[in-house]
């Protein structure tokens, strides 16, 4: 069992800063994929950023290429997502997600959806 629990999120202008963190509890072995997604309102659920817990791999969809960064402190067992140039596209409830996928060795094979584990979700509001 994992529990994630998310803090950070808020409200920005555009061209801000934010960073996301997530505290993961429970088995590491349940968790070799970990992923940031948000969901704006009347949208479905988009994954914007993905890690691989064992080497640190990353993966980020598109439209947050460049502006977000996804990392882990493996010892505080702490998945973070640091944001900038936010743009009021980027306003959503941001959630923090985790899996265990046999036989995935690279963050190229971590799934861009259908986590097992979720956390409760952060707004973030960037207002022009």
């Known amino acids: 069992q994992v529990q994630l629990a998310e803090s950070g999120g808020g409200s920005v202008q555009a061209g801000g800063s934010l960073r996301l963190s997530c505290k993961a509890r429970?088995?590491?072995?349940?968790?070799?994929?970990m992923g940031w997604f948000r969901q704006a309102p009347g949208k479905e659920r988009e994954g914007v950023a993905f890690?691989?817990?064992?080497?640190?791999?990353?993966r980020y969809a598109e439209s947050v290429k460049g502006r977000f960064t996804i990392s882990q402190d493996t010892a505080k067992e702490v998945l973070f997502l640091e944001m900038k140039l936010l743009e009021p596209e980027d306003t959503a409830v941001y959630y923090c997600?985790?899996?265990?996928?046999?036989?995935?060795?690279?963050?190229?094979?971590?799934?861009?959806?259908?986590?097992?584990?979720w956390g409760q979700g952060t707004q973030v509001t960037v207002s022009s």
């Open positions: 429970g088995a590491r072995a349940n968790r070799n994929c």
């Open positions: 890690l691989f817990t064992p080497d640190g791999g990353t």
């Open positions: 997600a985790a899996d265990f996928r046999a036989g995935v060795y690279f963050v190229s094979s971590c799934p861009a959806s259908d986590y097992g584990y």
